[in-house]
Every structure is written in C-alpha cells, then in structure tokens.
T-cell receptor, first 111, second 112 residues
C-alpha cells in the first residue's frame, strides 16, 4: 500500500528556518512534490524532486533521498504569509501519473 | 495560458439528492485529470483520475462516479449523497510530460 508521513504541525518565528520532513512508502516511485495550501484555497505547487539531492527555488528548497524514502521541504527567512498547510505528494510510476498526498503539515509563523 | 474552472463554488445538498460537479480545462490538450476530496483540516484524498476521454480510474470505492465526455471536461457525480460526502472537492490537471499539478478553485459541498 501507499503511505506518507509528515508532522501535523510546526511552529516557527519570522525570519527563522523550518524543515518539514516526509517519509513515504509506495510502489513504483516516480517523484516527490510539495504543495502549499492557504486556508480556504486550492493547493499550489512548490517543488518536485525525481532524483536524489537538493532543489532550490528562492526561499524554498526541497530534498530527496530515494534510498531512504525520505524528503524534506526547507523554508528560509520565514514570513507571516508562509503560514499555511504544506503537503508532500508522491507521484507513482503508473499510467496517468497518479499522485498520492500526505495528510499535510500546518505551519504557524509567529512574529 | 492554461486555466481550470470548477463550479459551483459552494453547494448545500440534502442527503439522498444527486450531485454533479463539473471541471473544465482551457489552454491545453489531452491533460491527465484528477478529482480529490479534502475533509476539513485533512489531506487530499484521490478519488478518480483520467488519462483520456472515457478512461476513468477509481481509487476509493464509494457512491461517487466520474466521467470524461470530452478531452478537457471532467465530471464528478453521485446518485444519492451521504453525509460523509461533505468536503472540499478539487479538480486538477497535469500535462503528459509535466511534474506540476494545477488545481481548480474547488467546490465546497455540505450535505445536510
């Protein structure tokens, strides 16, 4: 079966760095994505890793270790607007690019 | 540019009533299409996905069904709604060679 584990909540202060971990168990792993969702809104894409290593996009970075079935999202220079839910999602190597989402991590950024 | 539309934005339906939610994509062809449901404060549950017209894969057995009558149209239906069908329904698409899923604005369904 498929499963993704990520912390339910993380709290950090403005300007800090926070890391949100994700471990997964799936068949036919193709890649790991991260999405951000603000209250009441739709998820928006942040990053995608298919190969081991770190991908950096501005203040956000994402890491993948395929051998450990593990990834993380790193948010730097936190801002209040970063308060949101963050989801890791595994894309499976099946027809249709089936994507399974984790339960999400609620990030609270405090002043 | 590509856009994705969903309607209605909100819906309140009585238990046992039918349901039809529509999703359309513009600006792309032959997208892979997805229906997700999100309960309050929870993650996204994949319900259905489609790689082409008339091709539907179901992920969770339930009283919902999906259809894809046209390349860029994806419909979620139910003959009789249950209380447990309440939630935030999201349609998404991805291009064949892409890595990013684009989500529609969602439909918030309340079954009373």
């Amino acid at each position: 079966g498929q499963s993704l584990e990520q912390p339910s909540e993380v709290t950090a202060v403005e300007g800090a760095i926070v890391q949100i971990n994700c471990t997964y168990q799936t068949s036919g792993f193709y890649g790991l994505s991260w999405y951000q969702q603000h209250d009441g809104g739709a998820p928006t894409f942040l990053s995608y890793n298919a190969l081991d290593g770190l991908e950096e996009t501005g203040r956000f970075s994402s890491f993948l270790s395929r051998s450990d079935s593990y990834g993380y999202l790193l948010l730097q220079e936190l801002q209040m607007k970063d308060s949101a839910s963050y989801f890791c999602a595994v894309r499976e190597d099946t027809g249709g690019f089936k994507t399974i989402f984790g339960a999400g991590t609620r990030l609270f950024v405090k002043a | 540019s590509q856009t994705i539309h969903q309607w209605p934005a909100t819906l309140v339906q009585p238990v046992g009533s039918p349901l039809s939610l529509e999703c359309t994509v513009e600006g792309t062809s032959n997208p892979n299409l997805y229906w997700y449901r999100q309960a309050a404060g929870r993650g996204l549950q994949l319900l259905f996905y489609s790689v082409g017209i008339g091709q539907i894969s179901s992920e969770v057995p339930q009283n919902l069904s999906a259809s894809r009558p046209q390349d860029r149209q994806f419909i979620l239906s139910s003959k009789k709604l249950l209380l447990s069908d309440s939630g935030f329904y999201l349609c998404a698409w991805i291009s064949g060679g892409g890595n990013e899923q684009f989500f529609g604005p969602g439909t918030r369904l309340t079954v009373l």
